[in-house]
């Protein structure tokens, strides 16, 4: 089945510091890719949509200043953490739509544990 | 805004046990609707999805009914297995032809043999 992989798989930083993940779809090219994150026990919060080609669409109340999202290319997303603080702690996961699905289907990455001290 | 509310966890149940995990969405329109489950260590994966109302999704012997009535879309097995333990997230998209989810907190069910 279609693939989404995510890299680092976990990271730790220290605070003021960047830090940068990537996402892939392996097997399927994306026009767009979605961002999350995950608190504990929590629900994921979408954080940004990524678009290929062009401007990220940010959610309301993340910092696209904080969270530079860059879609380089059919099959690659990355997301910038920016001079990061342990309050940045999380679990960020990306999705890419199926293009064969119509959309409906989201294939999803496994995640990427970022700890800040 | 749009919000999904799925009952709170964790679930513990023996194995061939009756599952059901309840979710209720809000939405301004009329969403599509999806439970996703993530697996220890894996993504989520789509497991049923129902697009309008009185559809049902049904995958690996769990099924969901699209209730607009009732806005619910409770997640049903006859007879859960320790294979599938792991946690389940309710999720919709409501705008038409809008890929962009919202997810309910997700509940975390454990079988035991």
């Known amino acids: 089945g279609a693939v989404v992989s995510q890299h680092p798989s976990w990271v730790i930083c220290k605070s003021g510091t960047s830090v940068k993940i990537e996402c892939r779809s392996l097997?399927?090219?994306?026009?767009?890719m979605f961002w999350y994150r995950q608190f504990p026990k929590q629900s994921l919060m979408l954080m940004a949509t990524?678009?290929?080609?062009?401007?990220?669409?940010?959610e309301q109340g993340v910092e696209k200043d904080k969270f530079l999202i860059n879609h380089a290319s059919l099959t690659l997303s990355t997301l910038t953490v920016t001079s990061a603080h342990p309050e940045d702690s999380s679990f960020y996961i990306c999705?890419?739509?199926?293009?064969?699905?119509?959309?409906?289907?989201?294939?999803f990455g496994p995640g990427t544990r970022l700890t800040v001290t | 805004g749009d919000s999904v509310t799925q009952m709170e966890g964790p679930v513990t149940l023996s194995e061939e046990a009756f599952l059901t995990i309840n979710c209720t969405y809000t939405?301004?329109?009329?969403?599509?609707l999806f439970w996703y489950v993530q697996y220890p260590g894996e993504g989520l994966q789509l497991l049923l999805k129902?697009?309008?109302?009185?559809d049902k999704g049904s995958n690996k012997g769990f099924e969901a009914t699209y209730r607009k009535e009732t806005t619910s879309f409770h997640l049903e097995k006859g007879s859960v297995q320790v294979s599938d333990s792991a946690v389940y997230f309710c999720?919709?998209?409501?705008?038409?032809?809008?890929?962009?989810?919202?997810f309910g907190k997700g509940t975390k069910l454990t079988v035991n043999p």
């Open positions: 129902a697009t309008k109302a009185d």
């Open positions: 097997d399927f090219q994306a026009t767009t």
């Open positions: 939405a301004t329109g009329y969403p599509s």
């Open positions: 999720a919709l998209s409501d705008l038409a032809g809008s890929e962009k989810l919202v």
């Open positions: 999705s890419a739509p199926h293009p064969g699905t119509g959309g409906y289907e989201q294939y």
């Open positions: 990524s678009n290929e080609g062009s401007k990220a669409t940010y």
